[in-house]
């Protein structure tokens, strides 16, 4: 049985940091990875992504310089670092699995596991 374990969220001011964790288990772990993101009434959008190995991550434009993705294979673990939060950043963050590939996966449609998700909120 797949599980994604999303933990770490939770309500801070603007400018503060908070650090998403996802264990993975059920599944071999060298997969791509990848967080999204879901605020009221919006679609899910890819916040980002990493390759099986950590060697390649890709971030939408608007967290690039304050998110950072990792990954510990060891612990079959995946990390989101966010730094200077910003209210426009409130959503629930899902972490999710893909399926095998050789490159990052951009898509919704090629992850195939996903977790529960966990609640940022970020007050102005």
């Known amino acids: 049985q797949v599980q994604l374990v999303e933990s770490g969220g939770g309500l801070v001011q603007a400018g503060d940091s908070l650090r998403l964790s996802c264990v993975a288990s059920?599944?071999?772990?060298?997969?791509?990875m990848g967080w999204f993101r879901q605020a009221p009434g919006k679609a899910r959008d890819l916040v980002a992504i990493?390759?099986?190995?950590?060697?390649?991550?890709d971030y939408v434009d608007s967290v690039k310089g304050r998110f950072t993705i990792s990954r510990d294979n060891a612990k079959n673990t995946v990390y989101l670092q966010m730094n200077n939060l910003k209210p426009e950043d409130t959503a629930v963050y899902y972490c999710?699995?893909?399926?095998?590939?050789?490159?990052?996966?951009?898509?919704?449609?090629?992850?195939?596991?996903w977790g529960q998700g966990t609640q940022v909120t970020v007050s102005s």
């Open positions: 990493i390759n099986w190995s950590g060697g390649d991550t």
């Open positions: 999710a699995a893909g399926r095998p590939a050789n490159r990052l996966l951009r898509s919704y449609s090629e992850y195939d596991y």
């Open positions: 059920g599944l071999t772990f060298h997969l791509n």
